[in-house]
């Protein structure tokens, strides 16, 4: 027992003095929100440091350290991203007799949007907005379907107040009896037009970048019916859609449902906005330091609820969950919850979440259902206090 304990304690005495293995990268999901990184734990390897430089550069810069190799932690997702921007990315392994640097893997971080749209285009013309900043900046591709010119995709861009023109395109042999589809791939400058599952168009501008809402424009004595509308994103996950099935229309601040579509007639931009009446809020998240506040029903930054979270360490008396509503600009406390029992440790790593931080076992998951709330704590009112439709614009990747 004693020889082989001798013989245990020499060999980690050897490997003390020897550099660690070299690990190996890989690239997940790469998007607006971040770039995930993976990596094969390395023999004899203390602790991690991850370093990334744009494309094309010499100088590489830390952007995370110190993963200790007996935390687990092998999975990394940077979210100090610039979409459209390319990447290299390295992970070196290090102890105390040396450090081995990984492979150089390459990533770009996607972001943009596909539009899906079946159209009925009564007369005139039907405008397909997106990348909607405010009413003066946004892309606009009109669909023109007057007879004497034949139809055509006319591709605009308006920036500060005013459109430009950025092509012309036939499009006779794609467009069939009506209703037609359009589909609108935008990601990053790139912009790419399907009609009737015919690409018709590839182009690329940078005058606007992802982000912004979607809509429609139609002006004067054109008129057009929108049946089906399908935003997802780059994934494939989607973002909204909608068959307008109803009679109200409560997600565009102008036009009406009637017969499954949405009809426009003249109305001028058309902007998608979210009008959310009860739902249910579910989150996981890490403290990192004293609270965390979690905001919904927001009319603006003065009205709004708050549950606000106290971690047990600033909190002598443990972990609080404490409710506030926002009206007219000043903050008034609820009530207090002792939730020291329900919160988990945010001390252990582990692979279970991936984060522009370290990943953590033991989140935090909390869940509101505002009807809940409501009928639960009816002094309280929720929908009494900020009402629960509220609106505002819907911003898209």
């Given at each position: ?35 995930e990184?993976?990596?094969n734990?390395?023999?004899r390897?203390?602790?991690?440091t ?7 550069t ?7 350290s ?20 390319d ?6 392994a ?10 150089t893997?390459?990533?770009?971080a ?6 899906e ?8 013309k039907?405008g397909?907005?997106f ?15 007057k007879?004497?010119r ?7 861009v ?22 037609n ?5 935008a ?30 424009r ?5 008129h ?6 399908t935003?997802?994103?780059l994934?494939?996950?989607t ?31 058309v ?6 009446d ?13 609270n ?27 972990s609080?969950?404490?409710p ?10 609820l ?7 329900e ?11 991936r984060?522009?931080r ?8 909390l ?11 009816p ?16 911003t898209?990747?």
């Amino acid at each position: 027992m004693v020889r082989g304990t001798l013989l245990q304690a020499k060999r980690l005495q050897a490997e003390a003095t020897i550099a660690p293995d070299t690990p190996t990268l890989s690239t997940g999901d790469e998007g607006a929100a971040g770039i995930e990184l993976d990596w094969n734990h390395a023999r004899r390897a203390k602790s991690y440091t991850i370093y990334r430089r744009e494309a094309g550069t010499s100088s590489w810069n830390t952007i995370e350290s110190g993963f200790s190799e007996a935390s687990f932690v092998s999975d990394y997702t940077d979210i100090s991203v610039t979409p459209g921007t390319d990447y290299e990315y390295k992970v070196t392994a290090v102890n105390s007799a040396g450090s081995a640097d990984s492979n150089t893997v390459s990533a770009t971080a996607d972001a943009g949007i596909v539009i899906e749209d079946t159209f009925t285009i009564v007369n005139e013309k039907t405008g397909f907005c997106f990348r909607i900043k405010d009413t003066g900046n946004y892309y606009m591709w009109r669909v023109n379907a007057k007879k004497s010119r034949g139809p055509y995709l006319r591709p605009h861009v308006k920036s500060g107040g005013s459109f430009s023109l950025l092509g012309e395109i036939d499009i006779s042999n794609e467009m069939g009896s009506s209703p037609n589809k359009i589909k609108i791939e935008a990601k990053n400058s790139s912009i790419t037009t399907w009609i009737n599952g015919t690409q018709v168009d590839q182009r690329t501008d940078s005058t606007f970048g992802p982000g912004g809402t979607i809509g429609y424009r139609q002006v004067f004595d054109e008129h057009a019916n929108h049946h089906d509308l399908t935003v997802t994103d780059l994934r494939g996950e989607t973002v909204y859609e909608d068959s307008f099935d109803r009679t109200d229309n409560p997600h565009f601040d102008a036009g009406y449902c009637n017969g499954a579509a949405l009809i426009l007639d003249g109305t001028g931009l058309v902007q998608l906005t979210e009008q959310w009446d009860d739902y249910v809020f579910e989150t996981d998240f890490d403290i990192v330091k004293r609270n965390a506040g979690i905001c919904f029903r927001i009319q603006d930054t003065d009205n709004l609820y708050m549950w606000q979270v106290n971690r047990d360490s600033y909190k002598e008396n443990g972990s609080i969950l404490q409710p506030h509503v926002k009206q007219g600009g000043s903050w008034m406390i609820l009530d207090n919850f002792d939730i020291s029992s329900e919160m988990g440790s945010p001390r252990t790593l582990s692979k279970s979440r991936r984060t522009g931080r370290r990943s953590r076992r033991g989140l935090t998951v909390l869940k509101l259902t505002t009807a809940a709330i409501r009928r639960s704590h009816p002094e309280r009112s929720v929908s009494g206090s900020l009402p629960p439709n509220e609106r505002s614009s819907m911003t898209l990747p």
